[in-house]
């Protein structure tokens, strides 16, 4: 019996889950406040059972609105989240990230655990076989 993959819809931004700890995203467009409040708590809802590791397509995606940025600054978990890929992604989706997760490492305290790795590769094809990479990574750390 195949795995039951849950999906979700945010504003014009799409979600799947696949088992057993990805999530595959789709944005569209630009993410206000009211779409990033949605976006942490499918965040929080699957972290929270099982670090999840994000793999986003970024090709139809806009800005972030300040507020949007804020609260996902202030709200997502580094323990939620066990790697993010991007991928088919534009300059703007790099400098925005690599802002978020900048802002992350200047507010976390030193109990914190370290922020979360982004990675940028070009196709879906890409993001998939990096996953695999990224997984042998962690199986060697844990040896």
Request: charged share 30%; hydrophobic share 40%; net charge positive.
């Amino acid at each position: 019996m195949a795995p039951i993959q849950r999906k979700w819809t945010i504003g014009r931004n799409t979600f799947h889950f696949e088992a057993p700890d990805v999530l595959w995203a789709r944005f569209q467009g630009g993410c206000c406040l009211d779409e990033a409040i949605l976006l942490v708590k499918l965040y929080r809802e699957l972290g929270s059972v099982h670090p999840f590791y994000l793999l986003s397509d970024m090709e139809a995606a806009g800005g972030i609105d300040a507020e949007a940025r804020r609260y996902i600054n202030e709200h997502v978990r580094q323990e939620w989240l066990l790697g993010v890929i991007y991928f088919r992604t534009r300059l703007l989706h790099r400098a925005i990230a690599k802002g978020l997760l900048l802002a992350a490492e200047m507010t976390r305290s030193e109990d914190d655990p370290p922020s979360t790795k982004i990675y940028f590769v070009s196709t879906r094809e890409r993001a998939r076989e990096f996953l695999v990479q990224l997984r042998a990574r962690q199986d060697e750390h844990r040896v």
